[in-house]
């Protein structure tokens, strides 16, 4: 089902969680919500579950106005961070709640429930545990069954509050890539909280980052990535390095040095350049570039890090190089960043 | 999160829609607090106020002359002397088994918890008994006590003993808990900078445990003063001699000098209130360490 | 550790802390002398007394008559407790309310107000011209001098029981339980009664043998208001207090030995409540 967030506002008290927050999430997409602590990520997934009202602004459920519906009547699935399972009931009994406490008239016979919950412990992994207690199960297991639970109830979007946080990294992953097949599989329309941008990239079809109680960008994770529209996506997303230029008839100046990047159609005046460590090139003579000389230098992986010292003013810089290529201690580098962006405050 | 400060009979969350989702109608906050509160009101603030307005019925003179009674006197003091001797042996044995229990893994220590615990399921009326057929002269020790001279049964060694007895679980079921839930690291930091066990104990252990400690002794004290039940049973109520406070309580009573009974009443009554308002500045300030305990 | 147990017995693991002869030999001592001993004592004379002559004792109607009286109105009280104790935990837990620190203080009044004085002033309240009954006489409601009035008593006495055990356990209730149930579609009620309330048996339950526990051997605030007549108010303890007086030892151990044996058998119960508890859901009371 498609989720309409329209001029959503949400205060605590004073506090504004979220400010004039406007999102269409297409049927059948999963969609993350990212950003860091206090960005209004969480407030806006519990809006839409309807477990916080907005004090301004609509949510709709296709065409329907949901916003005035309460959480019980929205028919969403939730999966809670610590996933809040009921502890004394079994896999089977958590899984069977939502469709147990119908009233009568829309209530499964007690052998549909059943077949159906089995489904879903098939479905989740689970198969052989359902008569276990939570206090019984892994980690992971435990957040199989919320998934499984909120999936019973055959909800019209599923929504995940920072599913994997409670995970340690091995089994974080795993879940990660079994989600991702889950959601294939059944095609609900899914939206998770996450402040882990890896987590995020690898798994929505689309991302939204979020800061400061404002959405920041919305767009495939290689538009996220790629083409960064603000200073804030820029820097949150994936490592980058930031350096005060001046533009003048079509040139980056770094204070009376050209770098020899054209920034053609850009108005003259100081700005901001923001380029990722790896979207450089190497430079052998400097007839415009920016020269610096190597402070550390250390393997990671399949790529060599490489700190720079570029001048006083400007501090140090960050830049990824093939691990072949040496980079000795106080030696020179000249570079040129192939990829940039310029931000003016 | 923020909350309606606007409502008096407020719940933790802040608006109508949010309220169907995880807090009960105001209606039924209201009902709810209402039954609570007759509830309490009923059974434990009315008989609360009777004491002291029977005690008072007939003017504060009449009062303070109950008050002034030699035998009232002597049953006070009785019922201090058994408090100061009771409280200090329970405190040692607390702080004995809460150490071998808390500190150490061994074999039957769940059953020996269970055995610290028995004094709570007898009744104190049992708890006497068990010293009357000890120490009766038709028990095996009694003629060899007559013999000798020695008093226990209807004199203060009995009543001390019983009040022993029912008062022995209070320090180290406060205790235990504490400890178990601070672990040993910190004993075995001292000690591994040189500390001998008594200075580990002293310096580590104790300011560690003391606000649970006291709370363990307010109960323990409060418990020892009022008790009834077992102390009935060995004191042979002679008056003067072997009337504790709440025995001076039943034998006025008995007589029908209900003013005087309640008077005296009323003493135990404000022991009562003291021990809660302690009590509850405890837990108000070091909730962190009596928490442990209070989760019995 | 499983290893080095199977390797030779161990009564207790090595530790660098002191002073475990020391604490458990203190402890120990205390144990035996005081509580062990005298104990022993009572069944060591009830079994003494052969089992016909016990049999007898333990049976005779007087005798069951008050047991039954004991362990009956000590039930109801109990079940009473626990209606209200979750009430009125709940209460403080979830609400804020002008007077609700005094109420949590005073819950544990019961612990801290000496029986004796608790039997007087509920005698009072509940006598026919006291304030509380010379409302219910022209109803044609006798309360003291019943057992009602047995059952007032045991009420008050065993008040903190549920409460206190009840209470941590209601805190700890994570709100996000509760706003799964709401997901899923539960409403407030079905949230309360299948979700919260079934999740607090075991600390309900454990409140209630408390309560129920204490009732059963409760003596001082009982004996006020019962009225004491043979066969209709008379509590087990009292009789047992009563055949002392007559200096008839064997009956009163009688009646205590059976008391006894069956208040160990509801700490058994407690303790197990709270082991399979523990087992099965995480968590104890």
């Known amino acids: 089902m498609e989720v309409r967030v329209q001029n959503i506002h949400k205060e605590f008290g004073r506090f504004p969680a979220l400010d004039d927050v406007s999102l269409d999430i297409r049927s059948g997409e999963l969609i993350a919500l990212l950003g860091p602590s206090g960005s209004g990520k969480t407030t806006l997934l519990r809006l839409v579950a309807g477990l916080e009202t907005p004090t301004d602004g609509t949510i709709y459920f296709g065409d329907e106005d949901a916003s005035r519906k309460t959480v019980q009547q929205r028919n969403i699935g939730f999966v809670f961070q610590h996933y809040a399972l009921f502890r004394h009931m079994t896999v089977l009994d958590n899984i069977s709640f939502g469709l147990k406490i119908r009233p009568a008239s829309r209530r499964p016979t007690s052998t549909d429930i059943k077949r159906r919950a089995m489904e879903l412990i098939d479905l989740v992994q689970l198969s052989g545990l359902e008569k276990r207690y939570p206090a019984q199960l892994s980690g992971g297991q435990r957040q199989r069954v919320a998934l499984a639970r909120a999936m019973a109830v055959e909800p019209n979007v599923l929504l995940l509050d920072e599913p994997f946080g409670a995970l340690d990294a091995q089994v974080r992953k795993e879940l990660r890539r079994w989600l991702r097949e889950i959601h294939d599989r059944t095609g609900h329309t899914t939206i998770f909280v996450t402040h882990d941008q890896e987590e995020a990239l690898e798994l929505a079809d689309r991302v939204v980052v979020m800061s400061k109680g404002k959405i920041e960008q919305v767009g495939t994770p290689d538009e996220i990535y790629d083409t960064p529209v603000s200073p804030f996506v820029f820097g949150f997303i994936g490592q980058s390095n930031i350096l005060s230029v001046r533009v003048e008839s079509g040139q980056l100046w770094i204070e009376d040095r050209s770098i020899g990047v054209s920034a053609a159609g850009e108005p003259d005046g100081p700005a901001q350049l923001y380029f990722r460590p790896h979207d450089i090139e190497l430079l052998e003579d400097c007839g415009g570039c920016i020269a610096g000389i190597v402070t550390a230098s250390r393997r990671v992986a399949g790529t060599r890090h490489v700190e720079l010292d570029i001048g006083a003013t400007q501090g140090k810089v960050e830049i990824e190089l093939p691990p072949e290529k040496t980079a000795t201690d106080r030696s020179r580098i000249a570079f040129r960043p192939t990829r940039w962006k310029l931000f003016r405050s | ?296 | 550790m499983t290893a080095s147990t199977r390797k030779r017995w161990q009564f207790r693991q090595p530790s660098v802390i002191p002073g475990f002869g020391l604490a458990l030999g203190v402890t120990l001592s205390w144990l035996i002398l005081i509580i062990l001993i005298p104990l022993s004592g009572l069944l060591w004379r009830s079994s003494a007394l052969g089992w016909e002559t016990f049999w007898a004792m333990a049976t005779d109607q007087r005798t069951l008559n008050a047991l039954r009286i004991s362990f009956g109105t000590a039930f109801a009280a109990a079940l009473v407790n626990v209606v209200f104790g979750v009430i009125l935990a709940w209460v403080l837990v979830r609400y804020r309310f002008p007077g609700k620190r005094i109420i949590d203080a005073m819950v544990d009044l019961p612990f801290a107000l000496p029986t004796a004085v608790a039997g007087i002033a509920l005698t009072t309240l509940y006598a026919p011209n006291g304030w509380i009954g010379s409302l219910l006489t022209p109803l044609g409601i006798k309360i003291a001098f019943t057992p009602i009035g047995i059952v007032i008593a045991l009420v008050f006495v065993g008040l903190p029981f549920v409460v206190r055990t009840v209470q941590p356990i209601m805190e700890e209730i994570d709100k996000e339980v509760e706003e799964a149930a709401a997901t899923l579609g539960a409403n407030r009620f079905q949230t309360i009664s299948r979700v919260l309330l079934p999740g607090l048996t075991p600390a309900v339950l454990t409140g209630f043998a408390l309560a129920f526990a204490r009732g059963v051997g409760e003596y001082g605030s009982v004996i006020f208001i019962a009225g004491n007549l043979p066969y209709v108010s008379e509590i087990a303890p009292l009789l047992i207090v009563i055949r002392l007086e007559e200096f008839n030892y064997p009956a009163a151990t009688a009646i205590a030995a059976v008391m006894l044996v069956i208040s160990f058998a509801m700490l058994l119960v407690i303790n197990m409540i709270q082991a399979w508890s523990r087992r099965r859901y995480g968590y104890g009371t």
């Open chain 2, 1 to 296: 999160m923020a909350h309606d400060s606007s409502d008096p009979i407020g719940h933790h969350g802040n608006s109508e829609m949010v309220a169907s989702a995880t807090s009960e109608s105001r209606m039924a906050r209201y009902v709810l607090i209402g039954l609570a509160l007759c509830f309490v009101g009923l059974f434990v603030l009315m008989p609360l106020a009777a004491v002291f307005t029977e005690a008072m019925r007939n003017g504060a003179g009449e009062f303070l002359t109950v008050l002034g009674d030699p035998e009232t006197f002597a049953a006070i003091r009785l019922t201090l002397l058994v408090a100061v001797i009771a409280v200090p042996l329970n405190l040692v044995f607390g702080v004995a088994a809460a150490w071998a229990i808390a500190k150490f893994e061994f074999k039957g220590k769940a059953f020996l918890t269970t055995l610290i615990d028995l004094p709570f399921s007898v009744s104190p009326v049992i708890s006497g008994l068990v010293f009357i057929l000890l120490f009766g002269s038709h028990s095996l020790l009694g003629p060899w006590l007559q013999s000798h001279g020695i008093q226990i049964l209807f004199a203060v060694p009995g009543i001390v003993l019983a009040t022993v007895f029912v008062t022995f679980p209070f320090v180290a079921r406060e205790l235990i808990p504490l400890m178990q839930e601070q672990g040993t690291s910190d004993e075995e930091a001292a000690l591994s900078l040189g500390a001998s066990g008594w200075q580990t104990f002293w310096y580590v252990t104790l300011p560690n445990i003391k606000w649970g400690l006291l709370y363990g002794v307010l109960l323990c004290n409060a418990r020892a003063m009022g008790e009834f039940g077992a102390v009935s049973v060995v004191s042979g109520h002679i008056r003067g001699l072997t009337n504790t406070m709440p025995l001076q309580v039943e034998i006025l009573y008995n007589e029908y000098n209900f003013v005087a009974a309640f008077a005296v009443a009323t003493l135990l009554a404000l022991l009562a209130l003291v021990t809660l308002v302690l009590k509850s500045l405890l837990e108000m300030k070091f909730s962190e360490q009596i928490a442990a305990s209070r989760r019995h």
